[in-house]
């Protein structure tokens, strides 16, 4: 005599928030953190108010301790999450890759060959993520634990932050920033956004080894 096939569970409402651990809402403050100076910049562009940069700059600080938090608390809690390791570099990317270059951006490097450096950083911050999902299996050690990265990891771009945020309190923003502002043939170019170039070249190098603690 055929039997009934069990009927499928409907799915419960918010299923995959349920599935979230506490460190992922962490991580999740970490985006929002980025994405929250994302906004701020365009507001002060928007306004002229320097308060609304002054909100973008301390965003990222903040973005960055949540990020150095996540992984803390899922190590202290023993629960790991298949969602983790994708939450955090996507997570990375919109705080440490898009913010700083959006703040360069508000700042006045708005040249042709300016947005094309930051266009790199942005992409050499998406690949070295990338690089680091594939190869985390590989570089870990018995325990799990990745020993070293590849290249510099992307929050190091919080340095590039307080470097503009420096020239921001001094009031120097677009061509008053250091070294002003060249003209390369019809384009405009200000060299402080090499240090982009430089952030953006670093994370992608297979030659600089940075041990993780």
């Known amino acids: ?112 060959l300016d947005v094309a450096v930051l266009l790199y950083f942005v992409g050499c911050g998406i690949s070295r993520l990338a690089r680091f999902n594939v190869t985390a299996a590989t570089l870990s050690d018995s325990t799990g634990k990745v020993k070293y990265f590849e290249g510099t990891p992307i929050p190091t771009s919080l340095a590039l932050v307080m470097v503009l945020a420096f020239f921001f309190w001094k009031g120097r923003t677009g061509d008053t920033l250091p070294f002003g502002v060249w003209d390369v043939g019809p384009f405009q170019f200000h060299p402080i956004v090499l240090l982009y170039f430089a952030s953006g070249s670093a994370m992608i190098s297979k030659t600089l080894r940075i041990p993780k603690f």
């Open 1 to 112: 005599m055929p039997t009934e096939s069990p009927q499928k569970r409907e799915p419960r409402h918010f299923s995959m928030i349920r599935t979230f651990t506490p460190a992922d809402f962490v991580t999740l403050g970490n985006a929002f953190s980025g994405s929250g100076s994302i906004l701020a910049q365009m507001q002060y562009l928007a306004t002229g108010l320097p308060h609304w940069l002054w909100l973008a700059f301390g965003l990222l600080p903040l973005a960055f301790i949540l990020d150095a938090l996540d992984g803390r608390i899922a190590r202290w809690r023993f629960q790991s999450s298949p969602l983790g390791a994708d939450l955090d570099s996507l997570a990375d990317v919109i705080s440490f890759g898009m913010a700083p270059a959006a703040l360069a951006f508000a700042m006045g490097l708005r040249g042709t």
